[in-house]
């Protein structure tokens, strides 16, 4: 099928769909569902794919010139719900202005007590959190990364260790920071980190900040 496009989702005797659509000429698609229920998006860019189950519902590509199709599917743990399907090329979006709109701001985290500043240029993305529970000044965290979609793909890193002793020791060579993963939502009114590198459990993977 064409996209951009929008599909009614009510599946009663199964609990996963798939789609296939047609490639644009730039290999990004997002694909994303909103409505009630529970529900996981994934891409194949070959043949229809099994998703993790990691609740994310919402799915992009990179760039890809391999192949004419992309195959979207969609899973589900409670079907009868009903919800929607929406499927479009990333660099227009559904209404053709683009996936989402600029992020740049200060957010908040973690209820009162996280502040976030988020600055886009383009499709690079950098946010400064600061967490009012730690004693040290902030910011404490670092964050850059690519926005595909509605999907932020980069690195972090922690400013601050509050450790001592020991413990200062481990976390100066393992605290560091890592790669985080992190979903714009739908309305762009919330960014949610997953697959974040943590060994030292910083709480990233799961925040989520409000705009």
């Known amino acids: 099928m064409t996209i951009p496009t929008t599909i009614d989702l009510v599946?009663?005797?199964v609990t996963s769909r798939c789609y296939q659509v047609d490639r644009p000429a730039d290999g990004r698609i997002t694909a994303?569902?909103?409505?009630?229920?529970?529900?996981?998006?994934?891409?194949g860019h070959l043949?229809?794919?099994?998703?993790?189950?990691?609740?994310?519902?919402?799915?992009?590509?990179t760039a890809l010139s391999i192949g004419?199709?992309?195959?979207?599917?969609?899973?589900?743990?409670?079907?009868?719900v009903s919800a929607t399907l929406r499927i479009y090329p990333t660099a227009t979006g559904m209404?053709?202005?683009?996936a989402v709109g600029n992020l740049t701001g200060t957010c908040t985290y973690d209820g009162p007590n996280g502040k976030?500043?988020?600055v886009q240029e383009g499709a690079q993305?950098?946010?400064?959190?600061?967490?009012?529970?730690?004693?040290?000044?902030?910011?404490?965290?670092?964050?850059?990364?690519?926005?595909?979609?509605?999907?932020?793909?980069?690195?972090?890193?922690?400013?601050?260790?509050?450790l001592v002793g020991q413990d200062s020791r481990f976390a100066a060579a393992n605290c560091k920071g890592g790669a985080f993963n992190a979903?714009?939502?739908?309305?762009?009114?919330?960014?949610?980190?997953?697959?974040?590198?943590?060994?030292?459990?910083?709480?990233?993977?799961?925040a989520v900040i409000m705009r």
């Open 95 to 98: 209404d053709g202005r683009g």
């Open 47 to 61: 043949m229809c794919v099994k998703c993790f189950d990691d609740g994310l519902r919402t799915g992009s590509t």
């Open 125 to 162: 993305v950098s946010m400064q959190m600061t967490n009012s529970r730690r004693a040290a000044a902030g910011p404490h965290y670092v964050l850059d990364g690519t926005l595909a979609g509605r999907v932020i793909t980069g690195t972090w890193r922690f400013v601050v260790l509050p």
């Open 11 to 13: 599946l009663h005797d």
């Open 32 to 43: 994303e569902v909103v409505g009630a229920g529970n529900w996981t998006v994934c891409i």
């Open 183 to 206: 979903e714009v939502s739908a309305d762009g009114k919330s960014i949610r980190f997953y697959n974040v590198e943590d060994p030292c459990n910083h709480s990233l993977s799961g």
């Open 116 to 118: 976030a500043s988020v």
């Open 68 to 80: 004419q199709y992309y195959f979207v599917k969609v899973e589900t743990p409670s079907p009868g």
